[in-house]
């Protein structure tokens, strides 16, 4: 298996631009989470689908910021218009009913 | 209010020593605790515990879990360079399956 697979791997971006980050679970997990990790803050959760559904966006910054799961296999987070404090490494990561977070390798965004 | 501390924030020791690391949760119903060693890129699994006072061991390291006093800690023994990194700690809440993740551990082994 390929892991989770996250794209792009980093991102430069003026402020006021839309950033799309893109995410591809482990085939059969059904848990998606969207993670955003600062020298700062740590590691913080955004959002987390179960089967496709959104169950918990309180960690979603503002209205800025949104998530979709159109199916199974594919999410993505959206910051619009992005600020330079939206600066991090973004982890998308996906576990199965009970067991480990399988995390991807993160996509770094930097805004100027 | 953090519901995962860890500490030390951070922990700088030479090859061969014995490190300790710990953390603290605070969870309305607890199924499990999880550590992640974290290099230069994503976070990769090292144990998961649930049931206090079993020793989880691979290697080098090792974890216990405290129900009682809600902690658990990561030991290393005999350490090398290759064990610097963040150890990260993450609790699960039964009907959740969300994972809350305290701010880690910066660990540098020093030759």
């Known amino acids: ?112 | 209010e953090d519901k995962v501390v860890q500490s030390p924030l951070s922990l700088v020791v030479h090859e061969g020593d014995t490190v300790t690391l710990n953390c603290s949760y605070e969870v309305t119903n607890f199924r499990s605790l999880l550590w992640y060693k974290q290099e230069k890129k994503a976070p990769t699994f090292l144990f998961m515990l649930t049931s206090s006072g079993i020793e989880k061991k691979s290697g080098r390291l090792s974890s216990i879990l405290d129900k009682k006093e809600l902690f658990s800690i990561l030991n290393i023994t005999a350490t090398q360079t290759g064990d610097s990194a963040i150890y990260l700690c993450a609790v699960e809440e039964a009907g959740a399956n969300n994972l809350f993740f305290g701010t880690g551990t910066r660990l540098t082994v020093i030759p």
């Open chain 1, 1 to 112: 298996d390929a892991g989770v697979i996250q794209s792009p791997r980093h991102e430069v971006t003026e402020m006021g631009q839309e950033v799309t980050l893109r995410c591809k679970p482990i085939s059969g997990h059904n848990s998606l989470f969207w993670y955003r990790q600062t020298m700062m803050r740590g590691l913080e959760l955004l959002i987390y689908f179960n089967n496709n559904v959104p169950i918990d966006d309180s960690g979603m910054p503002e209205d800025r910021f949104s998530a979709k799961m159109p199916n199974a296999s594919f999410s993505t987070l959206k910051i619009q218009p992005s600020e330079p404090r939206d600066s991090a490494v973004y982890f998308c990561a996906s576990r199965p009913e009970r067991g480990e977070l399988f995390f991807g390798e993160g996509s770094r965004l930097t805004v100027l």
